[in-house]
């Protein structure tokens, strides 16, 4: 779910060329309309906003530690107390798993010892709150995490001469066959030219793009294949 989240996010919702983040606008400015209405009235309201952004951190926290680095994850609760004892199942996740249990559980600093670590079951006396810092770990997990070996689609990536004139050179190698995008886009973010878009073999390449500039100065150009977007500056002389 983490990995899928960033994932989403970086491609979704993160400007490539000025590195801003798209709240409730389009690309091109507009209101996001669904079926449920307009996004920046719901689900892309500044309180929704926030509240994805911190569950979002809040589950690749919990990613990094418990499947990543195999280790514990630590997490803090306040409870008030009350005057009867009561049990509480500690589950920080949407769903539940029986491979996840209690490593460690603390009370205002001090150890605590009423709680079962596979139920998850953290018991209270009557009168006892406070601060508790809760240890969760998974237990199970495969000896290894299967990498992937695929490369990046792009390699080698060259913008030459920079500064340019009137032509420049977009010189890449490809680790194989791909769809490739190559844009150029004013220092306010509008397109001013495609330079390519279609598929390209395997191998490496060298696409020149000719064009004079009636306004020198700063321009951008991102190149997508794959879903992998690379994009820097380019100075017109």
Do not use: C
Not at 215 to 223: A, N, Q
Request: aromatic content about 14%.
């Amino acid at each position: 779910m983490a990995d899928e989240s960033l994932k989403f996010f970086m491609e979704y919702f993160v400007d490539p060329v000025y590195g801003e983040v798209y709240a409730d606008r389009s690309r091109e400015g507009g209101r996001v309309s669904y079926s449920g209405g307009f996004w920046d009235e719901n689900k892309g309201s500044m309180g929704k906003a926030a509240y994805h952004s911190i569950e979002t951190a809040y589950y690749s926290y919990l990613y990094a530690k418990l499947v990543l680095q195999r280790d514990t994850a630590r997490l803090y609760y306040h409870f008030k107390p009350v005057n009867f004892e009561h049990q509480i199942r500690m589950n920080p996740l949407a769903v539940d798993f029986e491979k996840f249990r209690l490593a460690d559980v603390q009370n205002n600093g001090e150890s605590w010892s009423h709680f079962d670590p596979h139920t998850r079951i953290l018991s209270l006396p009557a009168g006892a709150g406070g601060v508790f810092e809760v240890a969760y770990k998974m237990d199970g997990l495969p000896d290894f995490i299967q990498e992937t070996t695929a490369k990046n689609p792009v390699d080698d990536l060259r913008v030459h001469p920079n500064p340019f004139n009137e032509k420049i050179s977009f010189s890449f190698t490809l680790n194989r066959p791909e769809s490739v995008t190559i844009k150029i886009w004013n220092p306010l973010g509008q397109l001013v030219d495609e330079i390519y878009s279609g598929s390209l073999p395997a191998g490496k390449h060298q696409l020149l793009w000719n064009k004079k500039f009636s306004e020198k100065g700063m321009y951008f150009y991102s190149l997508q294949a794959d879903g992998e977007m690379l994009s820097g500056k380019v100075i017109a002389q």
